[in-house]
């Protein structure tokens, strides 16, 4: 499976930006799917999961309110809606898939990786 994330840019703090991340491959839809953001200087961290079928989701606590992740099978990509954005969101984000159908926060557990996405936020 390859993954190529999209729809980053610059916004403004309280703005919205919605990520792409289109999957090549058959097995995308037994696959959970996640985003990780990686900030400058920082480790990479966990955003939000989705499980195969999306009934299933995790987010990391400071953007459970504010960002929203979803899946369209039959398009083979995974969306990951961000509203109310903060200057701390500033970010490489990466889309991730894995060979399970259930979601995970914990990097090592995803198989695939896309080549990441930049949000910037300005304050």
């Known amino acids: 499976v390859q993954l190529q994330a999209s729809g980053g840019g610059l916004v403004q703090a309280g703005g919205s930006l919605r990520l792409s991340c289109a999957a090549s491959?058959?097995?995308?839809?037994?696959?959970?799917m996640g985003w990780f953001r990686q900030a400058p200087g920082k480790e990479r961290e966990f955003v939000a999961a989705?499980?195969?079928?999306?009934?299933?989701?995790r987010y990391e606590d400071s953007v459970e309110d504010r960002f929203t992740i979803s899946r369209d099978n039959g398009k083979n990509t995974v969306y990951l809606q961000m509203d109310s954005l903060k200057p701390e969101d500033t970010a490489v984000y990466y889309c991730?898939?894995?060979?399970?159908?259930?979601?995970?926060?914990?990097?090592?557990?995803?198989?695939?990786w896309g080549q990441g996405t930049l949000v910037t936020v300005s304050s």
């Open positions: 989705i499980s195969w079928g999306g009934s299933v989701k």
């Open positions: 491959g058959s097995t995308f839809s037994n696959s959970g």
């Open positions: 991730a898939g894995r060979r399970r159908i259930g979601v995970s926060s914990v990097s090592g557990e995803y198989d695939y």
